[in-house]
């Protein structure tokens, strides 16, 4: 259930190794070890290539594609998917038309994200982890059918699959990675999350770990670099605005987020197929999770700094009661009025005693 989450700590971050279509980093002690994979979308780019200037694809070809590691891997996560993926679908989809008059788009593309600083993106995500979380993973940027992206098995050989798209710029790619990169983080140092909430009653737990999906909103802060950085600084005008709007409603999701959390404590949502039906509802493009999960740390970060707002991602119970004492500190104030999590939900969860008080 849990997308992303916590903690601090920076690293200077040195590149090791670099090769066309492979790109290796890692940090001293082992903290990040991270490489570009790109060897799916040279093969399908070198058949491009091929038809472009009229010479028959042969076995050999496809033999190339077929063997690298971002494409074994892809037809692995569709087949666990229980999705179709065939050698035969994808070579027709290779062979199309439409992908051939991309062919000139996809490489610059491939060309200026392979120039993407990782280095840079795993330091964003780690200033919001904590000291020892590890980042291991590879960066798979593939030209394929579907156009979406992913993070595959973070928990054991973490990949994160990127949809080869034109229309993403490089420092649309970096922001993407560090996003998912402090997915991959958190899931390293998950034990002590699941420690914080491990005594809790059973409906107030599962509340708990849904509460977990906040990371994706504490992922949107640290790709963005800080919490005076808009989140889509570097996006086209559009997704900015759709964000905008989105950030506007906080007033209105975050009461929807606690009814949900008070029904799945209350076992009004029995079942985790009912929580799961429910809680999907809040993903959305970026929905409540990212935006509710981004401005409440934002006012946390603000208000109590960052080595608070780390904390906070370990234990979903100080991150109710610590955004309550930021915003109402925010309120008295006077300017925006933030709406706070109710008293109801603090005792259900027992977020008073996650802080003392």
Not at 39 to 46: G, I, P, Q, R, Y
Not at 126 to 145: E, G, Q
Request: aromatic share 8%; proline share 6%.
């Amino acid at each position: 259930m849990r997308r992303s989450g916590p903690v601090l700590a920076g690293a200077l971050l040195g590149l090791l190794a670099a090769a066309p279509a492979a790109r290796a980093q890692q940090a001293p002690g082992g903290r990040l070890q991270i490489r570009l994979d790109a060897s799916e979308d040279e093969a399908v780019l070198a058949i491009l290539g091929r038809r472009q200037e009229g010479r028959a694809v042969d076995s050999a070809d496809w033999g190339r594609l077929f063997a690298t590691e971002p494409y074994r891997r892809l037809k692995q996560r569709e087949a666990g998917m229980g999705r179709a993926f065939s050698d035969a679908d994808f070579q027709r989809f290779v062979l199309s038309d439409s992908l051939l008059a991309r062919a000139t788009d996809l490489r610059q593309t491939l060309d200026d994200w392979q120039r993407a600083d990782l280095t840079a993106a795993a330091a964003r995500a780690f200033a919001y982890l904590p000291a020892d979380a590890v980042i291991r993973a590879t960066v798979f940027p593939v030209i394929k059918p579907q156009t979406n992206s992913f993070v595959f098995e973070p928990e054991t050989d973490a990949a994160i699959f990127l949809y080869l798209n034109p229309a993403e710029t490089e420092p649309q790619f970096e922001n993407t990675v560090a996003h998912e990169l402090h997915h991959i983080g958190y899931a390293s140092v998950e034990a002590r999350f699941d420690s914080a909430i491990a005594g809790l009653p059973s409906g107030a737990h599962a509340a708990a770990e849904w509460m977990g999906a906040f990371g994706e909103g504490f992922a949107m802060l640290a790709a963005a670099g800080g919490p005076d950085m808009h989140p889509h600084a570097s996006s086209p005008p559009e997704e900015r605005e759709r964000w905008d709007r989105d950030v506007a409603n906080f007033g209105h999701d975050l009461p929807v987020l606690q009814r949900f959390f008070l029904d799945v404590a209350a076992g009004r949502l029995g079942t985790p197929e009912e929580r799961q039906r429910v809680a999907m509802t809040f993903f959305g493009v970026q929905g409540p999770w990212y935006t509710v999960g981004w401005k409440m740390a934002v006012v946390i970060e603000h208000r109590f700094g960052r080595d608070r707002l780390i904390l906070c991602m370990l234990d979903p119970r100080a991150l109710l009661v610590s955004y309550n004492q930021a915003a109402a500190g925010l309120n008295r104030l006077g300017g925006e009025q933030l709406p706070l999590w109710s008293d109801e939900l603090l005792r259900v969860m027992g977020a008073r005693d996650a802080t003392g008080r």
